[in-house]
Nanobody, 125 residues
Framework: QVQLVESGGGLVQAGGSLRLSCSAS????????MAWFRQAPGKEREFVSA????????DYADSVKGRFTISRDIAKNTVFLQMNSLKSEDTAVYYC??????????????????WGQGTQVTVSS
């Protein structure tokens, strides 16, 4: 079992920044990759960003490329999402997820086996 706990969400004005964190515990030694997804009301969960746990290679959705940065701290089993230049359309619940097996470019929900409880990000315009 792997437990994921997100933190760092909140209310921010458009143009502002937030940094999300996701701490993993349990059987984390076999992690292939970690990702962030988000889900806005009435919409499907969508891919935001992912990172290979071994190489650190990152992947971003076009909608966040250049504004968001994913990173990891292997020693602390934590993944981060630095979000800059936030827009109202970034408003959503953000979830972190773990993939046992991951390759860069994989963006599908069903490839990730453990999920956090989500953290709300609200961007006011």
């Amino acid at each position: 079992q792997v437990q994921l706990v997100e933190s760092g969400g909140g209310l921010v004005q458009a143009g502002g920044s937030l940094r999300l964190s996701c701490s993993a515990s349990g059987r984390t030694f076999s992690t292939g990759g970690m990702a962030w997804f988000r889900q806005a009301p009435g919409k499907e969960r969508e891919f935001v960003s992912a990172i290979s746990w071994s190489t650190g290679r990152s992947d971003y959705a076009d909608s966040v490329k250049g504004r968001f940065t994913i990173s990891r701290d292997i020693a602390k089993n934590t993944v981060f999402l630095q979000m800059n230049s936030l827009k109202s359309e970034d408003t959503a619940v953000y979830y972190c997820a773990r993939a046992l097996s991951y390759y860069s470019g994989y963006r599908y929900v069903n490839g990730f086996d453990y999920w956090g409880q989500g953290t709300q990000v609200t961007v006011s315009s």
